[in-house]
T-cell receptor, first 114, second 115 residues
Framework: AQSVAQPEDQVNVAEGNPLTVKCTYS??????LFWYVQYPNRGLQFLLK??????LVKGSYGFEAEFNKSQTSFHLKKPSALVSDSALYFC????????????FGAGTRLFVKA | GAGVSQSPSNKVTEKGKDVELRCDPI?????LYWYRQSLGQGLEFLIY????????KSGLPSDRFSAERTGGSVSTLTIQRTQQEDSAVYLC?????????????FGAGTRLSVL
Protein backbone atom coordinates (compact mmCIF):
# COMPACT_ATOMS: atom_id res chain seq x y z
CA ALA A 1 0.00 0.00 0.00
CA GLN A 2 1.09 3.53 -0.68
CA SER A 3 2.03 5.76 2.21
CA VAL A 4 3.73 9.07 2.85
CA ALA A 5 5.44 10.19 6.03
CA GLN A 6 6.30 13.73 7.00
CA PRO A 7 8.16 13.18 10.25
CA GLU A 8 8.08 16.78 11.43
CA ASP A 9 4.83 18.45 12.43
CA GLN A 10 6.58 21.80 12.45
CA VAL A 11 9.81 23.31 11.17
CA ASN A 12 11.16 26.63 12.43
CA VAL A 13 13.70 28.56 10.38
CA ALA A 14 15.13 32.05 10.52
CA GLU A 15 14.66 34.22 7.46
CA GLY A 16 17.62 33.92 5.12
CA ASN A 17 18.59 30.47 6.35
CA PRO A 18 18.16 27.32 4.28
CA LEU A 19 15.12 25.19 4.95
CA THR A 20 14.36 21.51 4.57
CA VAL A 21 10.98 19.83 4.93
CA LYS A 22 11.29 16.07 5.02
CA CYS A 23 9.22 13.46 3.22
CA THR A 24 9.59 9.72 2.88
CA TYR A 25 7.29 7.44 0.95
CA SER A 26 6.40 3.84 0.38
CA UNK A 27 4.95 2.67 -2.93
CA UNK A 28 5.25 -0.38 -5.10
CA UNK A 29 7.39 0.46 -8.08
CA UNK A 30 8.48 3.93 -9.03
CA UNK A 31 6.42 6.84 -7.82
CA UNK A 32 5.21 10.16 -8.99
CA LEU A 33 5.99 12.60 -6.17
CA PHE A 34 4.54 16.02 -5.47
CA TRP A 35 4.78 18.91 -3.06
CA TYR A 36 1.82 21.17 -2.42
CA VAL A 37 1.62 24.24 -0.19
CA GLN A 38 -1.36 25.60 1.71
CA TYR A 39 -1.25 29.24 2.72
CA PRO A 40 -3.61 30.44 5.46
CA ASN A 41 -7.22 30.63 4.30
CA ARG A 42 -6.29 29.49 0.82
CA GLY A 43 -6.49 26.25 -1.12
CA LEU A 44 -3.59 23.96 -1.79
CA GLN A 45 -1.23 25.03 -4.53
CA PHE A 46 1.11 22.87 -6.55
CA LEU A 47 4.81 23.51 -5.93
CA LEU A 48 6.70 20.86 -7.86
CA LYS A 49 6.69 17.26 -8.98
CA UNK A 50 9.08 14.45 -9.79
CA UNK A 51 8.20 12.35 -12.78
CA UNK A 52 11.47 11.04 -14.17
CA UNK A 53 14.96 12.19 -15.04
CA UNK A 54 17.03 14.54 -12.93
CA UNK A 55 16.69 13.76 -9.25
CA LEU A 56 16.74 17.47 -8.38
CA VAL A 57 13.47 19.09 -9.27
CA LYS A 58 12.96 22.84 -9.29
CA GLY A 59 9.58 24.36 -8.64
CA SER A 60 7.73 27.54 -7.81
CA TYR A 61 8.93 30.30 -5.46
CA GLY A 62 12.54 29.08 -5.45
CA PHE A 63 11.74 25.68 -3.95
CA GLU A 64 13.41 22.49 -5.04
CA ALA A 65 13.23 18.86 -4.02
CA GLU A 66 15.60 15.95 -4.31
CA PHE A 67 14.37 12.49 -5.18
CA ASN A 68 16.44 9.79 -3.48
CA LYS A 69 15.35 6.35 -4.56
CA SER A 70 17.57 4.40 -2.18
CA GLN A 71 16.27 6.34 0.81
CA THR A 72 12.74 6.62 -0.61
CA SER A 73 12.78 10.31 0.20
CA PHE A 74 11.67 13.50 -1.50
CA HIS A 75 12.77 16.33 0.79
CA LEU A 76 11.71 19.89 -0.02
CA LYS A 77 14.42 22.52 0.16
CA LYS A 78 15.01 26.21 -0.32
CA PRO A 79 18.42 27.91 -0.04
CA SER A 80 17.13 31.07 1.65
CA ALA A 81 13.81 31.14 3.50
CA LEU A 82 11.40 34.06 3.41
CA VAL A 83 8.81 34.99 6.03
CA SER A 84 6.22 34.62 3.27
CA ASP A 85 7.16 30.94 2.95
CA SER A 86 5.39 30.27 6.25
CA ALA A 87 2.63 27.82 5.38
CA LEU A 88 1.55 24.18 5.58
CA TYR A 89 3.43 21.88 3.21
CA PHE A 90 2.14 18.54 1.97
CA CYS A 91 4.10 15.78 0.28
CA UNK A 92 2.09 13.44 -1.97
CA UNK A 93 2.70 10.25 -3.92
CA UNK A 94 0.98 8.42 -6.74
CA UNK A 95 1.70 4.96 -8.04
CA UNK A 96 2.87 4.71 -11.67
CA UNK A 97 1.13 1.41 -12.15
CA UNK A 98 -2.10 3.10 -13.05
CA UNK A 99 -3.61 4.20 -9.81
CA UNK A 100 -5.10 7.64 -9.77
CA UNK A 101 -5.35 7.86 -6.00
CA UNK A 102 -3.00 10.44 -4.53
CA UNK A 103 -1.81 9.80 -0.99
CA PHE A 104 -0.94 12.91 0.98
CA GLY A 105 1.23 13.20 4.06
CA ALA A 106 -0.09 14.76 7.25
CA GLY A 107 1.60 18.05 6.46
CA THR A 108 4.46 20.04 7.96
CA ARG A 109 3.91 23.55 9.20
CA LEU A 110 6.79 25.85 8.34
CA PHE A 111 7.43 28.96 10.42
CA VAL A 112 9.97 31.43 9.11
CA LYS A 113 10.97 34.07 11.64
CA ALA A 114 12.10 37.52 10.60
CA GLY B 1 -14.14 30.81 -13.56
CA ALA B 2 -10.38 30.88 -13.33
CA GLY B 3 -10.08 28.32 -10.56
CA VAL B 4 -11.90 25.58 -8.71
CA SER B 5 -14.87 27.06 -6.89
CA GLN B 6 -16.44 25.50 -3.81
CA SER B 7 -19.58 26.51 -1.99
CA PRO B 8 -20.45 27.24 0.67
CA SER B 9 -17.14 28.30 2.17
CA ASN B 10 -18.48 27.54 5.63
CA LYS B 11 -21.35 25.36 6.75
CA VAL B 12 -22.64 24.90 10.26
CA THR B 13 -25.22 22.21 10.76
CA GLU B 14 -26.84 20.23 13.51
CA LYS B 15 -26.10 16.59 14.11
CA GLY B 16 -28.44 14.41 12.07
CA LYS B 17 -29.05 16.92 9.29
CA ASP B 18 -28.07 16.36 5.66
CA VAL B 19 -25.63 18.70 3.90
CA GLU B 20 -24.64 19.27 0.30
CA LEU B 21 -21.28 20.65 -0.72
CA ARG B 22 -20.72 21.92 -4.23
CA CYS B 23 -17.65 21.99 -6.46
CA ASP B 24 -17.23 23.77 -9.79
CA PRO B 25 -14.04 22.50 -11.43
CA ILE B 26 -11.91 24.42 -13.85
CA UNK B 27 -13.56 24.48 -17.25
CA UNK B 28 -12.29 21.66 -19.44
CA UNK B 29 -10.90 19.59 -16.58
CA UNK B 30 -12.10 16.04 -16.88
CA UNK B 31 -10.85 14.65 -13.57
CA LEU B 32 -12.38 15.70 -10.24
CA TYR B 33 -11.45 14.66 -6.72
CA TRP B 34 -12.92 15.13 -3.27
CA TYR B 35 -10.75 15.06 -0.15
CA ARG B 36 -11.36 15.58 3.55
CA GLN B 37 -8.89 17.49 5.71
CA SER B 38 -9.36 17.06 9.42
CA LEU B 39 -7.51 19.11 12.01
CA GLY B 40 -3.97 17.83 12.27
CA GLN B 41 -4.49 15.27 9.53
CA GLY B 42 -3.39 15.06 5.97
CA LEU B 43 -5.77 14.96 3.08
CA GLU B 44 -7.99 11.89 3.05
CA PHE B 45 -9.09 10.79 -0.39
CA LEU B 46 -12.85 10.38 -0.70
CA ILE B 47 -13.92 9.95 -4.31
CA TYR B 48 -12.69 10.46 -7.86
CA UNK B 49 -14.49 11.17 -11.14
CA UNK B 50 -12.94 10.87 -14.59
CA UNK B 51 -15.00 11.75 -17.64
CA UNK B 52 -17.86 9.33 -18.17
CA UNK B 53 -16.22 6.48 -16.30
CA UNK B 54 -17.73 5.09 -13.15
CA UNK B 55 -16.41 7.02 -10.16
CA UNK B 56 -14.05 5.42 -7.69
CA LYS B 57 -15.81 5.66 -4.34
CA SER B 58 -13.29 3.60 -2.41
CA GLY B 59 -12.42 6.45 -0.06
CA LEU B 60 -15.92 7.27 1.14
CA PRO B 61 -15.92 6.57 4.90
CA SER B 62 -19.51 5.34 5.18
CA ASP B 63 -22.72 4.96 3.23
CA ARG B 64 -23.83 8.33 4.60
CA PHE B 65 -21.45 9.90 2.08
CA SER B 66 -22.25 10.10 -1.61
CA ALA B 67 -21.24 12.24 -4.55
CA GLU B 68 -22.34 12.87 -8.08
CA ARG B 69 -21.03 14.79 -11.00
CA THR B 70 -23.56 16.12 -13.45
CA GLY B 71 -22.72 16.71 -17.08
CA GLY B 72 -19.08 16.03 -16.44
CA SER B 73 -18.69 19.34 -14.66
CA VAL B 74 -20.23 20.37 -11.34
CA SER B 75 -20.00 17.89 -8.48
CA THR B 76 -22.00 17.64 -5.27
CA LEU B 77 -20.84 15.81 -2.16
CA THR B 78 -23.74 14.85 0.10
CA ILE B 79 -23.42 13.82 3.71
CA GLN B 80 -26.57 12.37 5.24
CA ARG B 81 -27.37 12.30 8.94
CA THR B 82 -24.23 14.26 9.78
CA GLN B 83 -22.19 13.30 12.82
CA GLN B 84 -19.74 15.41 14.81
CA GLU B 85 -16.82 13.41 13.44
CA ASP B 86 -17.78 14.65 9.97
CA SER B 87 -16.55 18.12 10.96
CA ALA B 88 -13.63 18.91 8.67
CA VAL B 89 -12.61 20.91 5.63
CA TYR B 90 -13.81 19.27 2.44
CA LEU B 91 -11.55 20.00 -0.52
CA CYS B 92 -12.29 19.56 -4.19
CA UNK B 93 -9.62 19.38 -6.89
CA UNK B 94 -9.65 19.01 -10.64
CA UNK B 95 -7.04 18.15 -13.22
CA UNK B 96 -6.96 18.61 -16.96
CA UNK B 97 -7.05 14.93 -17.74
CA UNK B 98 -6.35 11.73 -16.01
CA UNK B 99 -2.76 10.65 -15.63
CA UNK B 100 -0.90 10.03 -12.41
CA UNK B 101 1.57 12.76 -13.24
CA UNK B 102 -1.06 15.42 -13.62
CA UNK B 103 -1.26 18.39 -11.31
CA UNK B 104 -4.38 18.84 -9.22
CA UNK B 105 -5.85 22.30 -8.77
CA PHE B 106 -7.65 22.76 -5.47
CA GLY B 107 -10.54 24.88 -4.36
CA ALA B 108 -10.46 26.82 -1.10
CA GLY B 109 -12.59 24.19 0.57
CA THR B 110 -15.81 24.03 2.57
CA ARG B 111 -15.39 24.08 6.32
CA LEU B 112 -18.12 21.90 7.80
CA SER B 113 -18.96 22.16 11.47
CA VAL B 114 -21.43 19.67 12.93
CA LEU B 115 -22.79 20.76 16.29
Amino acid sequence: AQSVAQPEDQVNVAEGNPLTVKCTYSVSGNPYLFWYVQYPNRGLQFLLKYITGDNLVKGSYGFEAEFNKSQTSFHLKKPSALVSDSALYFCAVRDRTGGFKTIFGAGTRLFVKA
Amino acid sequence: GAGVSQSPSNKVTEKGKDVELRCDPISGHTALYWYRQSLGQGLEFLIYFQGNSAPDKSGLPSDRFSAERTGGSVSTLTIQRTQQEDSAVYLCASSLREGPENIQYFGAGTRLSVL
